[in-house]
């Protein structure tokens, strides 16, 4: 058996168990198909995935090139971590948001991926969230917080959505009577989840975060080398915030929606068009297009994000979310968007998100489409990137000012993730704990935004510390290589070549091809 077709099968499985991810990803065949996590239907993609685990000890390594044996060690990396969630985390049985997030963002993907709706694929996927559903119901014999109370939400805005956007007039009478039953289903969820009692969030463990850390990102450090690392850089940024000059922001300002909406456009355009005239990264051909959070994310995602392009069907249009504006729009609202527009931390994000983060990273991936490498992204190659980058665009002079402050305040946040995240999973931190101490971190923080970021942490072990780990990983190994300003388009066009695969194997490559010239 081939690396190649093993790789291919191994894209089928996860497409087929997910096919939500296979619509968001352009693999279209998926499209008309709802997620079925039934047991039986998880045994046979365990088996299956053994089956291809022993398949692939028996390729002979010498044989392979050395792309290809990147591509070895991926593949047997990613069929570790694909059995994480069943085998450690217990998804099935404890973790409600894994089940919603799989009907809902299967028909936002839809919308989202195509310029006319594709009706027939809508009304399959309407059809097929109520039997989804109800496996949730006959599996979550012990949902736990706070998984419990972010699908509460997340059900609550989605049957918003579905009615307001799937019942207008140009929409065919099946999908219509699809959309009710999707409704009917929605709703049902949503009273069970409602009368089940509150289960304390359980940790899933020292060892088991270890295992995670190394299996699926390949961190030789184990986490408390991290976490000491992470309390040092945190200490070492509070002493250069704590000589930040108080801002002014005139008190007569006071913006509208549409005129911050205009704002956020004229600094993507901006940071774009510095970033050309910098030569520091290859810049691709592709679209990016500003959104508003759908209603039924903000309660899982309560900031900014990004969404890739649907790389497996050739498209270069990312998209960048914002939440939604605040309602009423008050002068106290205004003012204090006037505050943020002034203060520059959007540009920060924008340097993250997209220019030269997310969105040119993506665009490189498109460059070089591989269907195992740009199958799951790795979040500390990815995330890493991104926080990468925002000291890069200061360094390079994008900001008039340095420091930069909200740079410096993003790290911080960044830095104050990997001790959060490694505190919650290992059982060192509660949640109430961890709130805690992001408050006292984050003294100007609203609570109700400190608590969704929590109960995000709680839910995504390693998410949150991908961030400031990865770009630590990015840092030492420029340091390594000796990388100078006038190497930086070389580096840089050599780091994203690989999509956002673990940053270890991509190290390993080019230190290899570093030492050969």
């Known amino acids: 058996m081939s690396l190649d077709r093993l790789i291919q099968r191994f894209v089928n499985l996860w497409f087929q168990l997910h096919p939500h991810l296979a619509t968001e990803k352009g693999q279209a065949g998926f499209d008309h198909l709802t ?47 694909v059995q994480h969630p069943f085998r450690y985390r217990r998804v099935l049985s404890q973790n409600p948001v894994f089940y919603l997030q799989a009907g809902l963002d299967g028909l936002e993907a839809l919308h989202h991926r195509y310029h006319e709706r594709p009706w027939q694929s809508l009304e399959a996927r309407l059809l097929g969230l109520t039997p989804l559903l109800e496996v949730a119901q006959a599996q979550l014999d012990d949902p736990r917080s706070p998984a419990l109370e972010v699908s509460i939400e997340m059900a609550e805005d989605a049957l918003q959505d579905l009615a307001s956007t799937l019942t207008t007039p140009e929409t065919p009478d099946p999908v219509k009577r699809a959309a009710q039953s999707a409704v009917t289903g929605l709703r049902a969820f949503h009273q069970w989840l409602s009368g089940k009692s509150r289960q304390e969030f359980v940790p899933m463990g020292p060892e088991a975060f270890a295992s995670l850390l190394k299996t699926e990102y390949h961190l030789e450090r184990h986490w408390s080398v991290w976490e000491s690392m992470a309390e040092a850089a945190l200490e070492s940024v509070e002493e250069q915030l704590s000589k930040e000059p108080k801002a002014s922001t005139d008190p007569n300002l006071a913006p509208s929606p549409q005129e911050i909406w205009q704002f956020y456009l004229g600094e993507l355009e901006r940071v774009k068009n510095f970033l050309a005239k910098s030569e520091i990264v290859t810049i691709p051909a592709g679209e990016l297009l500003l959104c508003q959070t759908p209603a039924y994310l903000e309660a899982l995602i309560p900031g900014p994000f990004y969404l890739e392009p649907a790389l497996y069907s050739g498209a270069r249009v990312g998209r960048f979310y914002m939440p939604s504006f605040p309602e009423p729009w008050t002068a106290e609202v205004a003012a204090r968007y006037a505050k943020k527009r002034a203060y520059g931390g959007f540009t920060n994000l924008v340097v993250h998100e997209a220019w030269p983060g997310h969105h040119l990273q993506f665009l490189h991936a498109a460059d070089r489409h591989h269907p195992l490498r740009n199958l799951r992204d790795n979040d500390v190659m990815l995330e890493g990137w991104a926080l990468y980058c925002e000291e890069l665009m200061e360094e390079i002079g994008l900001h008039e000012q340095t420091p930069f402050w909200p740079r410096l305040h993003s790290l911080k946040f960044r830095i104050l993730r990997v001790i959060l995240d490694i505190g919650i999973h290992t059982g060192k931190l509660s949640l109430a704990a961890a709130e805690r101490l992001m408050q006292r971190s984050l003294p100007q923080a609203s609570g109700n935004w400190i608590s969704a970021e929590i109960r995000r942490y709680a839910l995504e072990p390693g998410q949150a510390l ?49 030492l050969g010239q």
């Open 35 to 81: 997620a079925d996590y039934r047991a039986a239907k998880i045994d046979d993609f365990l088996l299956a995935i053994g089956e291809l685990e022993r398949e692939l000890c028996q390729i002979d390594l010498q044989s392979l090139t050395a792309q290809e044996r990147i591509d070895h060690q991926l593949l047997r990396s990613q069929l570790s971590a």
């Open 466 to 514: 991908s961030y400031w780990v990865g770009a630590q990983l990015i840092r030492e190994l420029k340091t390594e290589l000796g990388i100078e300003r006038e190497h930086y388009q070389q580096f840089h066009d050599a780091l994203l070549s690989f999509g956002a695969i673990p940053l270890p194997l991509i190290g390993n490559s080019l230190r290899a091809s570093h």
